[in-house]
């Protein structure tokens, strides 16, 4: 089973938790008749994100199997045979089409432009510059506002701003770690965009997409929709969490030469998870003790 866990990406599924931010910044968290369909559409977006991982590494088995990680991948090494994966893509393309019907057309709009999206992504996105780092924040903020839409609430313009930034520095960050790798050992396979890029410049795309994060979350806790909705304006004391998350994602790109791997450095780094812990406990606290 091992190897079939590797191949549709479990761990990757914790991207798929922006669904969730709008049921927490609405208050509905401990809400059943809320928390459910979101969980629901969560279960959705990693049976979708599945595929689209898996039909990847079918189109770019060859170039997977020259890179010095991607060809441990099940499909690159032959742990998993192609026909076994296009039958995996299979049961779990007939789940998705399956429960859709349950959802609301909104949400079906939204994860059905998901897929799109990435499918263009594998062909075509992923090889121009720029837009293959804009297509990937387009990904997470399509997670949000399904998250949003699924249960019918409305999330503020802010936070939709902050995810978009915080999505493109993520991206940025995983393309500078790659440059890394490139100049450190420049016999290794990469992707074709790298030579688009530079240390240079991504290094100013990282320091305007991280004050885009720190500025648009802090004015999302003092604005007067944030102020009204929680009665209260104690949410500004939860951004010293964004910007020490930002600021220790930065050294680890930059000191630590980390970075290609978000999942990785999420689940691993204590500093990074306590922070992640502690700044959750705060937004519940606030939201759900002065609402």
Not at 81 to 104: C, K, W
Not at 265 to 289: E, G
Request: net charge positive.
């Amino acid at each position: 089973m091992l190897k079939y866990i590797k191949l549709v990406r479990v761990p990757q599924w914790i991207k798929n938790f922006f669904v969730f931010v709008p049921l927490l910044f609405s208050q509905h968290i401990f809400n059943k008749t809320y928390f459910l369909p979101v969980l629901s559409a969560f279960i959705m977006f990693c049976l979708v994100s599945s595929i689209i991982y898996i039909f990847n590494d079918i189109v770019d088995i060859e170039a997977d199997r020259a890179h010095p990680t991607k060809q441990n991948r099940p499909l690159p090494s032959g742990a998993v045979s192609i026909r076994n994966a296009v039958f995996a893509i299979i049961v779990f393309a007939a789940l998705v089409g399956f429960f859709l019907p349950a959802f609301n057309s909104h949400f079906r709009i939204f994860l059905l432009s998901y897929f799109i999206l990435n499918i263009f992504y594998t062909f075509m996105f992923k090889h121009i510059v720029l837009l293959d780092i804009f297509s990937l924040a387009a990904g997470f903020m399509l997670r949000v506002m399904a998250g949003a839409y699924v249960i019918s609430v409305e999330i503020s313009s802010w936070l939709i701003l902050t995810t978009m930034f915080i999505s493109l520095f993520l991206g940025i960050m995983k393309r500078r770690s790659e440059l890394v790798l490139v100049n450190d050992e420049p016999n290794k396979n990469t992707r074709k965009v790298l030579a688009s890029y530079s240390l240079n410049f991504t290094d100013q795309l990282s320091t305007i997409a991280a004050a885009g994060v720190i500025i648009c979350y802090a004015l999302y806790t003092v604005s007067d929709r944030t102020i009204k909705v929680f009665h209260t304006d104690n949410m500004i004391y939860t951004t010293p969490f964004v910007v020490f998350g930002i600021f220790r994602y930065m050294f680890l790109v930059y000191m630590n030469k980390k970075g290609e791997n978000t999942v990785e450095i999420m689940l691993t780094d204590v500093p990074m998870i306590i922070n992640v812990v502690l700044y959750i406990v705060a937004i519940i606290s606030i939201i759900y003790r002065f609402s």
